[in-house]
């Protein structure tokens, strides 16, 4: 499991990724502390698209508590935003993941976060 300092390496590394694409990036502090409110990792901005991002900075399985997930739709409904969770570069919506039997989720598949930021 990384450690939290390696988790914001891996965010600062995708925010400056993301730029490259020509989106204004914010990477948001404290977004993996526990909030009254979630606060996802990174928020993208170019004209026309928005896409707010949770980052997960492993290569093994990867599974998301309901909080993340919920928090993210919440976002979608408010903002229109593209919503993803990233597992390194590998994306998917929050509807792809698959539910667990504990309500939390698993990520199973995405596609490359380059098909998002074109």
């Known amino acids: 499991m990384p450690t939290r300092e390696s ?9 400056k990724y993301i730029e490259k ?9 404290a ?10 990792d990174i928020i993208a901005i170019r004209k ?4 707010i991002i949770e980052v997960k900075d492993t290569n ?3 599974y998301i ?19 993803l969770i ?3 570069r590998e994306c998917c919506a929050p509807e792809e993941l ?5 309500g939390n989720y698993k990520f199973v598949k995405g596609k490359n976060i380059d098909t998002f930021l074109e």
């Open 7 to 15: 988790a914001i390496n891996y965010e600062r590394k995708l925010a």
């Open 21 to 29: 694409f020509g989106f204004f990036v914010i990477r948001v502090p």
């Open 31 to 40: 977004s993996g502390s526990r909030n009254k409110e979630y606060k996802p």
């Open 48 to 51: 026309n698209k928005i896409i």
């Open 60 to 62: 093994g399985e990867l």
């Open 65 to 83: 508590n309901s909080r993340q997930v919920e928090g993210l739709k919440k976002i979608r409904e408010t903002t229109g935003a593209v919503v």
């Open 86 to 88: 990233c597992k390194k």
């Open 98 to 102: 698959q539910e667990t039997k504990g």
